[in-house]
């Protein structure tokens, strides 16, 4: 059964992956990479005038972003490599978690593996991020690697490996930081003293790679500044003023940490899962998996203290742990029987296929050939430097042939001025950053969207004919003429 189960939902996540929608961060990431393609530093053309991100932008997932350039060098300027490395660190990590598994004398070979992959594949975020161009599948498979290698027999070149990947990943993603904590405070635990000092030295030279575009003078000055105008609170406890404050800070920041386990339907299932496994089969597990657990603790509360603000896209960090806990409690289950406690699991395990094919219905849904899309809608406007709004994803593969402004540039202004703007005003700031045309998608100005409700109204007429709408931005009068 469990076989099949991953074979099909296998079979259509590859079917879903042809003429996948762009979604924002493949967009986001993208662009960065791009211009870290051409210019040896990121920044993001499409948003302009805001904190200087259009000219050098400081904060961005170091690694994640120099191994795009390198695949847009490669590959050329287009969203499907970018993908397919996520996928393939992906698999490479399902390789690595079989082998970890399968593997002789290894303390998780009772785990049944089958239960793990399962549990990978078959999970919602899996389905729609193993083919995106974020880097959380990266740091999760570094972090991982860094833990499978703290088991069995121990050797100073094999603690400085671990350490070396808790390092990488931070490069990747400073909550990254989390794997280091963990693998230092599980080498204690285990009064390993000597062993906890390389690791951490290890970790730290290689982190110290990431600020190595923040040495010259003025740059660590505006990567701070730019932190702390980000438009999501990223800093979290990083403000405090202060160790008392910091402290009260973290303490207010855990209390909520929950939310990123029950944060929405997508990761409901997994997490109902393994706090069923803590409860039910909490004491056997400890005995069992011991190290485990505490890997598992310490690496979620150091990612809450240390890492961004509290996300549901980072469970994705917590993944394999997630899975060997639950596929460790299922394999325990199936010695006795439990019938409330079996059909608990059933109905969970029911809820979490379920999201799932429903989350590959809204990926199939939104299919669209992005490459002809962008090229035949914006083929009649001028190939000069008159700025066009667009949505985000049409930087695919349209980046170097016109000037666009996504409209992230005007939701951030809107969230730093802490409103939404009316129509007026959404002109005013398109006529003071220079932007002639506009290029409007129906999911824009359809009622469920909100981020620009004057939309909704302004084409309500529209809605049903096209799907893209062309505008020329009239600043005398602000009105907004139809292109035909």
């Known amino acids: 059964m469990l076989n099949w189960l991953i074979y099909i939902i296998s079979a259509i996540f590859v079917m879903s992956m042809f003429d996948r929608y762009i979604y924002i961060d493949d967009a986001w990431f993208g662009e960065q990479a791009y211009w870290f393609s051409k210019l040896g530093h990121v920044k993001t053309s499409t948003i302009i005038d805001f904190h200087g991100w259009d000219e050098h932008l400081f904060v961005y997932h170091k690694l994640n972003i120099i191994i795009g350039a390198g695949l847009i060098n490669l590959f050329g300027?287009?969203?499907?490599p970018l993908r397919f490395f996520t996928l393939v660190v992906f698999l490479l990590f399902l390789y690595f978690t079989y082998r970890s598994l399968t593997g002789n004398n290894h303390r998780y070979n009772q785990i049944g593996y089958k239960l793990v992959i399962f549990l990978i594949i078959v999970n919602p975020q899996t389905i729609l991020y193993a083919f995106t161009y974020r880097p959380e599948f990266l740091v999760m498979s570094l972090g991982f690697y860094s833990f499978l290698l703290l088991h069995g027999k121990q050797s100073i070149p094999k603690i400085i490996l671990a350490g070396g990947f808790a390092g990488l990943a931070i490069l990747v993603h400073l909550n990254g930081a989390m794997f280091v904590v963990a693998g230092f405070i599980l080498l204690l635990i285990r009064k390993e003293l000597k062993l906890s000092i390389i690791f951490g030295i290890s970790a730290s030279i290689i982190t110290a790679f990431y600020f190595y575009d923040l040495m010259e003078t003025g740059?660590?000055?505006?990567?701070?500044?730019?932190?702390?105008?980000?438009?999501?609170?990223?800093?979290?406890?990083?403000?405090?003023?202060?160790?008392?404050?910091?402290?009260?800070?973290?303490?207010?920041?855990?209390?909520?940490?929950?939310?990123?386990?029950?944060?929405?339907?997508?990761?409901?299932?997994?997490?109902?899962?393994?706090?069923l496994a803590l409860l039910a089969k909490g004491k056997i597990l400890w005995i069992k998996y011991k190290e485990l657990i505490i890997y598992f603790i310490v690496a979620d509360v150091s990612l809450n203290?240390?890492?961004?603000?509290?996300?549901?896209?980072?469970?994705?960090?917590?993944?394999?742990?997630?899975?060997l806990i639950s596929a460790a409690f299922l394999s325990e289950l199936r010695k006795e029987s439990r019938p409330v406690l079996q059909s608990a699991v059933i109905l969970i395990l029911i809820f979490q296929i379920s999201v799932v094919i429903f989350g590959f219905v809204?990926?199939?849904?939104?299919?669209?050939?992005?490459?002809?899309?962008?090229?035949?809608?914006?083929?009649?406007?001028?190939k000069n430097n008159e700025k066009i709004?667009?949505?985000?994803?049409?930087?695919?593969?349209?980046?170097?042939?016109?000037?666009?402004?996504?409209?992230?540039?005007?939701?951030?202004?809107?969230?730093?001025?802490?409103?939404?703007?009316?129509?007026?005003?959404?002109?005013?700031?398109?006529?003071?950053?220079?932007?002639?045309?506009?290029?409007?998608?129906?999911?824009?100005?359809?009622?469920?969207?909100?981020?620009?409700?004057?939309?909704?109204?302004?084409?309500?007429?529209?809605?049903?004919?096209?799907?893209?709408?062309?505008l020329k931005i009239d600043r005398k009068s602000h009105a907004l003429k139809l292109i035909e």
């Open 77 to 80: 300027w287009s969203v499907t």
């Open 219 to 275: 740059s660590l000055e505006t990567f701070l500044f730019q932190i702390k105008h980000w438009p999501d609170d990223i800093t979290t406890n990083y403000e405090s003023e202060g160790w008392f404050s910091f402290v009260t800070a973290a303490l207010l920041k855990l209390s909520n940490e929950h939310q990123r386990f029950f944060w929405s339907y997508d990761v409901w299932g997994l997490s109902a899962l393994t706090l």
């Open 305 to 323: 203290i240390f890492g961004s603000h509290i996300a549901e896209v980072n469970m994705i960090l917590l993944l394999p742990y997630l899975a």
């Open 362 to 382: 809204n990926i199939i849904s939104k299919h669209e050939a992005i490459s002809k899309v962008t090229e035949i809608t914006l083929s009649g406007f001028p």
């Open 389 to 470: 709004l667009v949505p985000y994803r049409f930087v695919f593969n349209q980046l170097p042939n016109y000037n666009l402004v996504s409209y992230k540039t005007m939701e951030y202004h809107q969230v730093e001025n802490g409103r939404k703007y009316s129509k007026e005003e959404f002109i005013d700031l398109a006529a003071k950053l220079d932007i002639y045309y506009m290029i409007i998608s129906s999911e824009m100005y359809d009622a469920n969207n909100g981020m620009y409700p004057w939309m909704q109204k302004e084409f309500e007429d529209a809605y049903h004919k096209s799907d893209y709408i062309k």
